[in-house]
């Protein structure tokens, strides 16, 4: 009876043991491992990270070399990620980096570069020109209807039309007259068009996230119907195919995530790091937990690894590997000691014989 008890309390560890892994493994674990990270955890995450590379040793080539290019909006970002880290920079390089933007917001600077930029977006120098002078123009059907003319001036003197250009033209004219129903509003649909119209002539799309937005927009369109927009005989919103529309209202969403949490010019230079609607929607959960830092938690940190702040092994799987490793660090034990044990009674018994 004694040596049943014993038996039994020796076995009762690797008994729970295997009762726990069987309970997690009833669980299915590791059928989904990864889960969201909540926005205090993505936040924590990207702080630290950021806080440990940036330096005065990152920072200094860096802005050196945006103000040789004069380019305003790197400048912007490191200098805000100088304040943000409590990075001192050379008085030499303030004083440079103050006589550049002199030499660039003055007022006659300001008007002709916010009219220029105002007209074409290309030619914005900075955020706020972007944010001040184009936003407001694009955001409206104005804005629309100008790429609509950009596109028939390249059809009247036979050039190449831009058919991304003019699909995201034509979805942001029907959505301001209409309420598609895609489960999105008027608004975002419009707004997502624009940004992305105009964030592509500036170059912030990628060639992936083109290339799907191509394909997006080639079956949202009735592309057949454009002759009867042209003599007015259809309105913008009879050329959209609603049923169409789901990922790209999903994508307006996430920028208009984006653009509330930073800027709608900020947005759109994120679109920078966005190759699918899905990167897009992760890049905004970025921006609801650090908002207007994303950009420089990209520039530290590359795209991958910010996005890889998203997600976190879940508790579940986390329990579950430890229980696992726990039962088979028990049965090594238990094996270790059964193999000592054969070890000292075979020694047992040849001792005597060798006396």
Same mark, same amino acid.
């Given at each position: ?5 014993l ?6 560890p ?13 669980q299915? !674990? ?13 936040? +924590?995450?990207l ?5 440990? =590379?940036?330096? +005065?040793?990152?920072?200094?080539p ?5 103000l040789?290019?004069?380019? @305003?909006?790197?400048?912007? $970002? ?5 304040n943000?880290?409590?990075?001192v ?11 550049? #933007?002199?030499?660039? %917001? ?6 002709t ?14 955020l %706020? ?6 936003? !407001?123009?694009?955001?409206? !059907? ?6 609509l003319?950009?596109?028939?001036? =390249? ?9 991304? #250009?003019?699909? $995201?033209?034509?979805?942001?004219l ?8 895609t489960g999105? %509003? ?19 799309v ?17 592309w #057949?119907?454009?002759g =009867? /927009? ?5 309105a913008?919103q009879d050329?959209?195919v ?8 999903? @994508?307006?969403?996430? $920028?208009?995530?984006?653009a509330?949490t ?5 947005a759109?230079?994120? /679109?920078?790091?966005v190759?699918t ?7 905004? +959960?970025?921006? #609801? ?7 420089g ?5 590359g ?8 997600v +976190?092994?879940s508790?579940?799987a986390?329990g ?14 238990f ?6 044990? @054969?070890?000292?009674?075979? @020694? ?8």
């Open positions: 009876m004694r040596g049943a008890v038996t039994g309390l020796h076995l009762l690797f008994v729970l043991t295997l009762t726990a892994v069987a309970w997690f493994l009833a299915s !674990p590791f059928s989904a491992p990864m889960v969201q990270a909540t926005t205090a955890q993505i936040d +924590r995450t702080t630290r990270a950021m806080a440990r =590379d940036v330096d +005065r040793a990152w920072l200094l860096r802005v050196q070399d945006a040789l290019a004069e380019d @305003l909006m790197r400048l912007d $970002l490191l200098l805000g990620l100088a943000d880290h409590g990075v920079l050379p008085r030499e390089l303030i004083e440079d980096i103050a006589a550049l #933007d002199a030499a660039t %917001s003055g007022f006659v600077a300001r008007t570069g916010c009219g220029a930029c105002a007209v074409d977006i290309t030619a914005c120098e900075t %706020s020109q972007i944010s001040l002078c184009a936003i !407001p123009f694009e955001l409206t !059907p104005a804005g629309d209807v100008n790429a003319r950009r596109a028939g001036v =390249d059809y009247l003197s036979g050039g190449d039309i831009d058919r991304l #250009d003019v699909g $995201l033209a034509v979805i942001g029907g959505a301001t007259g209409a309420v598609l129903a999105g %509003s008027s608004y975002s649909v419009k707004a997502g068009a624009s940004v992305l119209r105009a964030a592509r002539r500036l170059g912030m990628t060639p992936a996230l083109a290339a799907r937005l191509t394909s997006l927009v080639g079956d949202a369109v009735r #057949d119907r454009l =009867d /927009l042209a003599r007015g005989r259809a913008p050329l959209i609603t049923a169409k529309m789901e990922e790209l209202t999903g @994508l307006g969403r996430s $920028l208009g995530r984006m509330d930073t800027s709608v010019a900020e759109m230079t994120l /679109l920078r790091f190759d609607p899905q990167e897009a929607a992760r890049l905004a +959960r970025v921006t #609801d937990a650090i908002g207007p830092r994303t950009r938690a990209i520039e530290v940190l795209k991958s690894r910010v996005l890889r702040a998203t +976190r092994i508790n579940l986390i579950a590997a430890a229980a696992l490793y726990l039962a088979v660090l028990q049965v090594l034990i094996c270790g000691q059964q193999g000592c044990n @054969l070890c000292i009674r075979s @020694l047992r018994r040849r001792m005597p014989r060798q006396i």
